[in-house]
Structure formats: structure tokens, C-alpha cells
């Protein structure tokens, strides 16, 4: 059984930086693709970012590019987004999913997902 357990979400003043973590355990993760998606207050889901597991590679939604960085440690099998210049619109809870198609946006294509950890960012 895959878990992902993400943490790091908190109260921060718009301007201000958070750290997301997702820590994976229960499969071999050299072949997905891992997603941060985020879901605003009576909105739809929508994707922030995604990272090649075996690849460094990242793609990052226009809203959030040049502001928020997504990395990896394969030793710990975690992966982190760091969250720059936070705007009262980047309040959500954040999500962390895992996916076996290389470097998909949509989140129906992606087969595993944590809990989520909000986000809220005060202006």
C-alpha cells in the first residue's frame, strides 16, 4: 500500500515562504512522476507542480513559476515544494500524488494521494 504524508502547511503573511514536504512509503517510486496539486476554498482542484522520480525534471503551473520550486531526495523519498512570495491566492489545502504516466498535469491520472496540508496565506 503507497502512503504519502504530506506536511509544512501553516499561517503565513502574504510575502512569506513555507516549505511543503511529502514523504513516501509502501512502493518503488523510480518510476513516478510526483504532483503537488492545491484545492482554493469552494474551488476546483488544480495542479502547482510535478517531478520526474528518476529524471530531474519539473513543471510548474504559470501561477506559480519563478515562485515556488519543486525537489526530491530519493534517499529519504520525499519530495518538497518550496513556496516563495506567497499571495493570498496561493491559500489551499496542497496535495501530494504520485503517478506512473511521466510528468502528467491532470490529476486524474495520478494513482496515489496524500491527505493534503492547508495553506493559508494572510494579506
Known amino acids: 500500500q503507497v502512503q504519502l504524508v504530506e506536511s509544512g502547511g501553516g499561517l503565513v503573511q502574504a510575502g512569506g515562504s513555507l516549505r511543503l514536504s511529502c514523504a513516501a512509503s509502501?512502493?518503488?517510486?523510480?518510476?513516478?512522476?510526483m504532483g503537488w496539486f492545491r484545492q482554493p476554498p469552494g474551488k476546483e482542484r488544480e495542479f502547482v507542480a510535478a517531478?520526474?522520480?528518476?529524471?530531474?525534471?519539473?513543471s510548474y503551473a504559470d501561477s506559480v513559476k519563478g515562485r515556488f520550486t519543486m525537489s526530491r531526495d530519493n534517499a529519504r523519498n520525499t519530495v518538497y515544494l518550496q513556496m516563495n512570495s506567497l499571495k493570498p491566492e496561493d491559500t489551499a489545502d496542497y496535495y501530494c500524488?504520485?503517478?506512473?504516466?511521466?510528468?502528467?498535469?491532470?490529476?486524474?491520472?495520478?494513482?496515489?494521494w496524500g491527505q493534503g496540508t492547508q495553506v493559508t496565506v494572510s494579506s
Open positions: 500524488a504520485a503517478s506512473t504516466l511521466t510528468m502528467t498535469r491532470n490529476g486524474y491520472q495520478y494513482d496515489y
Open positions: 509502501g512502493g518503488t517510486f523510480r518510476h513516478y512522476t
Open positions: 517531478i520526474s522520480w528518476s529524471v530531474d525534471i519539473t
